[in-house]
Every structure is written in structure tokens, then in C-alpha cells.
């Protein structure tokens, strides 16, 4: 999963920054030295706290605390500690599907959706 961040007063919206979470680990891209370092620290692998009803259970409320290590921490970092801690604004962005099935697709022969299916991974 990819997220921009952007300044929160730019119109454009306006890409400063790059995260990318392959699922294991965190790569940040910024061109500015000093807004790179502050990302590295709002990702650091520590629980985040929000009060997102998104990671709540049903019927629960209040904040709530997500581990370090999946997604949901990815997401949760992403919209909630980032902005706090630098300002920016995030943007998620998403990634070409790779595989599955699309029965939408079913009048194609086999060997042409995999020829599709595998061009997608290529760019």
C-alpha cells in the first residue's frame, strides 16, 4: 500500500512525500532530508492511538490502541500520527490488483488473462 502526503494548505495537493508498506516494513521517500527523518519517526514500531471508529468494535467506543505490524497500524499511523507529528496530509493510493478473478472477464481464453494478469505486475 502507498501513501502521498502533502501540505495541508496546498490546493493541488501536491505529493512532498511517498510511504510504502510491502507488509513487513516501512519505505519512506522524500526529497526534503528533514521531512524524510520525521516520517522514519511517525512510522516508528510503536502502538498508535485513535479514536477512529473504523478500528473500533461494534457497540464500543473511545480510542483505541493498534499494535505495530499489520496494516490496520499502517492505516492508523498513516491518518492519525503522521498529521499530528509533522502536518502533513495523507492520501492513499492504490496499488494495481495482482492475480484473482474477474468474472467479468470469463470471455476471455485462459492463456490471454494471463497475459493481462502479468502485464500488470510489470509496470
Known sequence: MRVEFSLPDDEEKTTVATVDWDGHEVAVDAEDDERRAALREAF???PVVTNDPAYR???TSGEVVVQPGDLQWFRAV???RVPAETGLVPRF???APVGGFDPAAGYRRFREQIERLDER???
Do not use: E, K
Open 44 to 46: 516508528r514500531s510503536t
Open 57 to 59: 468494535r461494534m457497540g
Open 78 to 80: 498513516a491518518q492519525t
Open 93 to 95: 493510493v492504490p496499488g
Open 121 to 123: 505486475t510489470r509496470s
